[in-house]
């Protein structure tokens, strides 16, 4: 069972870690990542103890856009001639 509920909006996002973070009762921070939201995952653990929470979020805000952006297209390099 889990711990907590606690909103994506509650959690504070580490560069450090790449991940959002909650403070966990042990002293050190629940993390989740923003590929574990994409893929649906909404359990953050705490990677001291044996709690974890629930994180509650919009999956839609986390999902791949499935329209590529067209100025992110790798250009071809250019080819030498000899």
Avoid: H
Wanted: hydrophobic share 35%; net charge negative.
């Amino acid at each position: 069972m889990s711990y907590d509920e606690v909103e994506i909006e509650d959690m504070e996002w580490s560069e450090e870690l790449q991940a959002f973070t909650y403070p966990c009762p042990c002293g050190d921070l629940f993390q989740i990542t923003k590929e574990e939201l994409c893929l649906g995952e909404e359990i953050a653990r705490c990677p001291s103890c044996s709690l974890f929470i629930t994180v509650v979020y919009n999956p839609e805000d986390f999902a791949a856009d499935p329209t590529p952006d067209p100025n992110s297209r790798k250009k071809p390099s250019p080819v030498a001639v000899a």
